[in-house]
């Protein structure tokens, strides 16, 4: 695999046109992710969690739908960022079926 120097050298001698196409190839290769939320499964059984946690994005979503605020939870969560948070609500926007089969499964455990 080439090194993150041998790819910025490849992609500062593209023409803008390719550097376009390589742009848009990327962005289809992401598809529907959100940055600052992955899910791993190594990782809390592969449920979608903040980067650099192990905190599930259905455990915030509880904790609001609860009555905790966000200051409330940056607090009880310091490696949180003000970012973390705003990443985790989209994921959960756009994923709240996921995220509702989670706190129930988890519920009943």
């Known amino acids: 695999m080439p ?24 962005v289809q290769d992401l598809g529907d992710s959100f940055p600052g939320v992955e899910s791993r499964p190594e990782v809390c059984g592969g449920e979608a ?7 599930p994005v259905w455990l ?4 609001r739908r609860l009555g905790t605020s966000d200051i409330d939870i940056l607090r009880s969560y310091p490696t949180l ?3 973390d948070l ?12 996921e995220i509702d089969q989670q706190i129930r499964r988890n519920e009943a455990a």
């Open 49 to 55: 969690c903040v980067v650099r946690t192990r905190i």
């Open 86 to 97: 705003a990443n985790a609500w989209a994921y959960a926007r756009s994923h709240a079926e």
């Open 3 to 26: 090194t993150h120097q041998e790819m910025e050298e490849y992609v500062a001698a593209l023409s803008r046109a390719e550097k376009a196409q390589l742009l848009q190839w990327v």
């Open 81 to 83: 960022r003000v970012e």
């Open 60 to 63: 915030l979503v509880q904790a």
